[in-house]
């Protein structure tokens, strides 16, 4: 739905219809087909805006994952194969990011630049490679052991065919794993900076800012919360399980 849905919204998620606003469900009382899962406190369709928000989501998600998995596993690579002072300075680096605190860095982006979804993306980012260079780093501090490593460096091959050929083809099931649990954490990151007003930028539909208008409306307008929050633990779970089904997959001792 995030991919293809805002082809197909029945309204503008952007519209304000106050004509309508706060409509229930429509199979509730009150509730007309027109806007299925009803509308917010300005009129604006609740379905069209769920879809634009999962849109908003999965983006941030997985550009986050390919910018921050593509950064830490170099950094594992050159760290963990090539040693001495360099995978000190890098696994310090390592440290201090896995160290920083999340949101502060959050804030000072937005207070620079100004709220958006590239410095979502940024923050998230800058903070989520540091799994990725930890992992990854102890496989290839193992793998660079093994006989078949050993014998191309025997044979005259450098570190960076080495690397291509030989170790990143063995690690590439944890990074996928990573990559999955790091979904769920990225969906959650942005929710809760557009939650905080340091997201995406309203109009735009998040289901982060959605929870965040609804705010006023728990009792009133039930759905209005309920809903984005749903959407929001549904795909982060169905993420998780979709890393540990991998994680599963990938590890012998666990297959059934």
Do not use: C
Not at 61 to 82: D, E
Not at 84 to 96: E, I, K, V
Not at 121 to 146: F, H, M, N, Q
Request: charged share 10%; aromatic share 8%.
């Amino acid at each position: 739905m995030g991919a293809i849905g805002p082809f197909f919204t029945p309204h503008d998620p952007t519209r304000v219809d106050l004509a309508n606003n706060l409509l229930p469900p429509a199979f509730f009382p009150g509730g007309v087909w027109t806007y299925p899962l009803g509308t917010d406190q300005l009129g604006r369709d609740m379905l069209s805006r769920l879809i634009g928000g999962a849109r908003v989501s999965l983006l941030v998600a997985l550009v986050v994952v390919l910018v921050s998995g593509a950064f830490g596993t170099t950094i594992a690579m050159l760290s963990g194969y090539l040693g001495g002072r360099l995978d000190s300075f890098l696994m310090r680096l390592t440290d201090a990011a896995l160290a920083f605190p999340f949101l502060l860095v959050a804030i000072v982006l937005a207070g620079i630049f100004g709220p958006s979804i590239q410095i979502v993306i940024l923050t998230i980012a800058l903070v989520g490679w540091a799994s990725y260079a930890r992992v990854i780093r102890s496989e290839v501090l193992s793998l660079k052991t093994r006989d078949f490593v050993t014998m191309a460096s025997v044979m005259g091959a450098g570190p960076a065919w080495i690397i291509r050929r030989h170790l990143l083809p063995n690690v590439t099931g944890s990074i996928v794993v990573l990559a999955t649990l790091q979904l769920g954490r990225a969906i959650v990151s942005e929710a809760a900076l557009s939650f905080l007003g340091i997201g995406v930028r309203p109009p735009a539909p998040s289901w982060g800012g959605m929870l965040s208008d609804s705010q006023q409306y728990l009792i009133a307008a039930w759905w209005l919360p309920t809903l984005p929050g749903l959407a929001l633990s549904l795909t982060v779970l169905s993420s998780n399980l979709m890393g540990d089904w991998l994680r599963k997959l990938n590890d012998p001792t666990q297959r059934h």
